[in-house]
Structure formats: C-alpha cells, structure tokens
C-alpha cells in the first residue's frame, strides 16, 4: 500500500477533455476488440438497457479488468483492483451506506483532507458528488469493478445492512415482536390447553359439537372459496398473448432482470441449477443471477468455491449477524446489492421455462403501473417418482391451474407462493420487502401488497420444481407453511377494522378463508373424519348435543366438499402432460391425513419456536426429463455496420 500512496500523493480530480474519447473507441485503440465488436456491442446496447462495458463482457468480448482499465483511461483516472487492496474499513462513517448502494460507490482510501471513492459508474460520479452536499468537493474518483465494489460495500457496512435485512418491514406489519411475547404467551397457552383438557373430561359431548360447529364452518368457507375460484376459473378463462418471439420485445429497451436463489446446505444442486439457468433465453448482460449464501453455511459456500460460475452469475453471502437466519432476511440482504429494476426469486431446485423472463418483462411493459407483481405458474419435474409425489403433483395442479387463477380473477388477495415471483422493484423497496421473520414470507408479502392497493397478476409460464415426495419432509414443509399462515392471519387481524378497511369486504372473507380456516380444517381434520362412526351406526359424543337433522346436514357437506375436491383435482390433471395423474386422484383424502401431523406441529413451534425456518430438503429425486425443459438458448444475432458511433 506504500507505493500506492506515493503514486496517489498528489490527487487530481477527474477532469477528462471535453471530447474525450468513448469507452469503445478506447477498447478498440488498445486491441482489445475489433471494429466488428464495437458494432454487435453497440446495436446491442439500442435494444437493452446496459452500459456498453458490461454487454462486451456479458458477449465474452472483453475481460471485466479490461472494461476498469478502459473506463479508467476515458476519464483519466485511476484504477484499482480492490480484492489486492481493500477500502480502509474506518472509512465506513464518511458516506452514508444507502449512497453507496445507490451510486455503486465506495469510499476505498483517505489522503489528508480528500478522500478516494471507487465506483464502475463514473459517469454517475457528479451526481453521487452532489449528493453529498459539500463533502462531496473532496471526493476523487478511481474506477473498479463494479462487483468488487458491491464486496467492499457488504465489509464496510457490514452491521448496518444486517439489521436492515432483518426489520425493513414496519413493526406494525411484522411478527418480529412474536418471539418476545413468547413468555407470556406460553403461559397463556398451557393455560388455555388446560382449560380445554379439563372441559373435554368433565363435558365431552359439548366441547367436541363446539369443535365440530367451527370445523363445519370452516369447512363452508374453503369449500365456498374453491366452489367460487372454480367458477370463475371456467366462466372466464381467456388466453394471454405469450411473448414467445423475438419481435414481441420491440419498441422498447430491456431492463435489468435481478433474480434471487436463496441457497442453504445445498451439496447436490448447483451443477444442476448453473445447467438450468444456462437455458435462459434472456440477453445475459441484463440478466443478473443472484445466488445468496448464509456466511455460515460452509457446505453451500464449499460447493460454489468447486463450481465454474458464468459471469452474470453472482454470489452474496449473507452476514452471521444475530441468531434470526431465514430466507427473507437473506432475500432482503442481497436486494440492496441488486442493479435490476425487476426483482424475480427462484428456488435452488427451479428449472424455469427459457423465455420466462421474456414474459415477465413484456407483461410488465404493458400492465398497468398499479400491477407489481408477477406470479408464475409451479408444477413438479419428479411427477412419477413415488406414490407422494404424485398426489403432490395433484395437489399443486389444482392450486396453481384452477384454484389460484380463480382467486385471481375474482380479485381477491392472492397469496403468493415462495418462487416465479417478479416484482417492480421501487414497489418491492417502498413496502419493506420481505417479513424477514415471517416463515411464509411470500403468503404475507401478497397480503401486503394488496393492503397497500397493488395487484399481483398471474402468468402463464411454468417453473419446474421438485416434489416434496418423503412422508417427514413432507410434514415438516407444510408445518412451516401451516405456521406461517396462522402467524400471517394473526399480524394482519390485530386491527380486523384496518384491514376490513383496506380489503373490502368480499377480500376480507377471502384473508379468513385462505388463512385461518384453511389451518383450522387441517388442525380439526380428524374431528371430520371420526363421523365416519356416527355413519356406520357407532356412538359419537357429538350426537348427545346435535340431533339428527344436524348430523345429516354436517355429513352431506362433508360429503360434497370431497366430492368439489375430487373433481377439481381431475378437472387440473385432465389436461396433457398431467393425464398420467388422474388414477391417483382417489388417494388424495389418504395424502392429506398427514396435514393433521403438520398442524400440530404447526402449533407446537408457534409457541415454542416462531421464527424457526424447517428447510426444505432438496436433491432427494433426479430431475425427470422434460421436453421444454431442454429448449436450446437462443442468442440475438450479430448486427451489421450502425451509424458511427462508440458507445459511453
């Protein structure tokens, strides 16, 4: 660093001549491409939104150390290669972290009174000056990589950035506060189960006709809710124009697409992922893969160090900073080291349709400004691996092919699933981003984003997943999923008026639909199943309170409600590349016995343990070979010679 100093002893702010010359003719001068180059670079750069540097690179034309050098001598500067020689970490205090994020800068080195910023976007360094009001006079720009910069900026502000993760969301519309009412609530709860023991010994037959009475209505509710959403999904469904040709993303420049994967004990998946990934059809120099580490998590962290990782693949590693490691804090960490304007979360196990972000950006192009996020359809590529996954398979075909369309189209609150999801990015920041408490962080980003009157569209493109197919993972999964939909219904009922107020009325019987009676029919489940003796002339305590005509009554929707159930479910299978699907329909009721484990797990870690996040395991089965799951990536074609011109 010594001889750094000397060279830099005497700075001089950059002050390039006014017709300096453009960053491409730079590149060209030094040999490092060609005048063909420079052209494909530039008609490349009219049709997507990127600075010319990072599309050369994204092209395999020229080496990030050759755009540093470049940018350098355009503006006759310095450049520095900040992995040899880090920013002073006590420089920290002299700009604001949300400044350096913003700008993509840096404060690297102090001489005397000045201080040496690096950036890869000096031509944003003016404005970053400004910014800072006049502690920006002092500044002196040296350029580097930007990737490098974004490193330097999680070690500066390291703390800061963690304890943003974890509490972007106002406190009024977090569970953050769940965990330390966790005392007294325990005692509240052994209290209540006490109290519910005791009645159930002195007076059975009551409290079980109260219990059944509230699983009845429940019962109504989502069986209502499924009745609805299966009419609307039938009275209006209508097709929506796909964008599958180049053609249909002319007329406007493509913006920078960030996706998230959020990855933990992965040792199986990445080769798989990169592979799948690589099939995406999307320009690469707007395309921007974010793979987020936890820093503790040695097994994930070994197996990316053994990976070869593609350029427009990046790694964050989320900081070890205080006991709280879920996967929204992690997404809510890496969002502030992403340049994209859409915002999009995959799972380590996704295998994305190739032209699902040709999609996304097209409907958002012409949604309405209102439309913040963009849902995508989910389905299995493991459909035949076993009994489990098959009915998995049923289950999320149901869901996502005729249930959700319907709520959709009825304009209810959607809740949104864990991955395909695509957000506006500026909507995404202003609401807090993620419950980075909440386990079923994307249920209650749904709901939020509906309170605050955005909508979340559906698109019909498919991600490919993996079915969940072992009995215990399973129940672990739908335990965290059970949980956080009653944590979800509990933060969003503590003013039920407010949130009447923001919904309406139809939503807000949809928000008790979805979320509390949904928990409640899983937890009350065996209560439903045990009329069966009351069916078969056995004695039930139910029928010393609820006479006859009650019984009938509560067995016949019983009855329908799994007949609604069944057809939906043949109705979602019954289309190609499902129909292998449709024997096991009739085993859907054995499939979902397994709910009752899940809630009362469910109920257990609410108290006992609420922000506990049970990972999913993945690699379990082999991916099953699909035909649009090997669509070769397409490229844009090289231009021909443009009007003189070199790029900025």
């Known amino acids: 660093m010594s001889n750094l100093r000397l060279k830099l002893s005497a700075p001089r702010i950059a002050a390039a001549p006014a017709h300096r010359m453009r960053l491409g003719q730079h590149l060209v001068a030094a040999g490092i491409i060609g005048p063909d180059d420079l052209l494909h670079g530039l008609a490349l750069q009219r049709r997507i939104d990127a600075p010319l540097g990072e599309i050369l690179a994204a092209e395999g034309l020229v080496s990030p150390d050759d755009v540093v050098k470049a940018l350098a001598r355009q503006y006759g500067v310095q450049p520095v290669d900040l992995t040899r020689s880090p920013s002073d970490p006590r420089l920290s205090r002299q700009i604001p972290v949300a400044l350096c994020l913003q700008f993509g800068a840096v404060p690297w080195l102090e001489l005397g009174d000045r201080l040496l910023v690096a950036t890869g976007r000096p031509g944003d360094f003016a404005q970053f000056c400004t910014a800072l009001g006049e502690r920006g006079e002092a500044l002196i720009l040296v350029i580097a990589d930007p990737q490098q910069v974004l490193t330097q900026i999680g070690r500066l502000y390291v703390t800061e950035l963690a304890h943003q993760a974890a509490t972007r969301v106002p406190a009024a519309e977090s569970c953050r506060n769940w965990g330390a009412q966790q005392g007294k609530r325990r005692y509240s709860t052994i209290g209540l189960l006490g109290t519910i023991v005791a009645l159930l010994v002195l007076f059975p037959s009551a409290v079980l006709s109260l219990m059944l009475i509230w699983a009845t209505l429940t019962l109504l509710m989502t069986s209502g809710l499924k009745g609805a959403a299966l009419w609307a999904s039938l009275a209006f469904a209508r097709s929506s124009p796909i964008p599958s040709k180049p053609e249909d993303l002319a007329g406007f420049r493509l913006p920078r697409v960030s996706i998230l994967v959020p990855l933990l004990h992965e040792k199986e998946i990445a080769q798989e992922l990169i592979a799948r990934l690589s099939r995406l059809t999307y320009p690469k120099s707007l395309l921007e893969v974010v793979l987020v580490l936890e820093e503790s998590d040695h097994i994930t962290r070994r197996t990316i160090a053994r990976t070869q990782l593609p350029g427009w693949i990046n790694v964050i590693e989320v900081p070890n900073a205080g006991a709280l490691k879920t996967k929204p804090r992690a997404l809510n960490y890496a969002l502030d080291f992403c340049r ?54 049923i289950e999320y075909a149901t869901w996502w092919r005729v249930i959700l369309p319907g709520i959709a189209r009825l304009g209810l609150v959607v809740p949104l699933g864990g991955t395909t999801l695509f957000f506006r990015r500026d909507i ?221």
């Open 340 to 393: 994209g304007n859409i915002i999009g979360v995959w799972d380590a196990e996704d295998a994305p349709e190739p032209d699902q972000i040709e999609q996304v950006v097209t409907r958002f192009q012409n949604a309405p400004e209102n439309v913040a996020c963009l849902q995508g359809v989910l389905d299995f590529y493991n459909s035949r691996s076993n009994w489990m996954a098959r009915c998995f398979a």
């Open 428 to 648: 995404l920041q202003n609401l807090g981003a993620w419950d980075a408490h909440n386990v079923t962080e994307d249920a209650d980003l749904g709901l939020r984003l509906a309170r605050h009157g955005y909508v979340t569209e559906l698109l019909p493109t498919t991600t490919y997943e993996e079915a969940n197919c072992r009995p215990w993972l399973w129940v672990r999964q739908r335990s965290r999923w059970l949980k956080g939909y009653l944590v979800t219904w509990s933060v969003h009922m503590r003013r039920p008026r407010a949130l009447l107020k923001d919904l309406g009325l139809l939503r807000f019987l949809g928000v008790q639909a979805i979320f509390l009676a949904t928990f409640s029919q899983f937890a009350l489940a065996p209560l439903l199943w045990s009329l069966w003796l009351s069916f078969f002339g056995l004695y039930h305590p139910v029928t010393d309170w609820l006479g006859p005509p009650m019984m009938t009554a509560i067995f016949t929707l019983f009855i329908l409600s799994e007949l609604l159930n069944l057809g939906v479910s043949c109705l979602a299978v019954s289309k190609r590349g499902h129909r292998h699907l449709l024997p096991w329909v009739i085993t859907l009721p054995l499939y979902f016995a397994l709910g009752a484990v899940a809630a009362a797990k469910a109920l257990y870690e609410l108290h006992r343990r609420p922000h506990f996040w049970d990972k999913t395991a993945h690699g379990q089965t082999l991916p099953h070979t699909d035909a649009r799951a090997k669509t070769p990536p397409k490229t844009l074609p090289r231009a021909g010679p443009l009007p003189a011109s070199a790029g900025s």
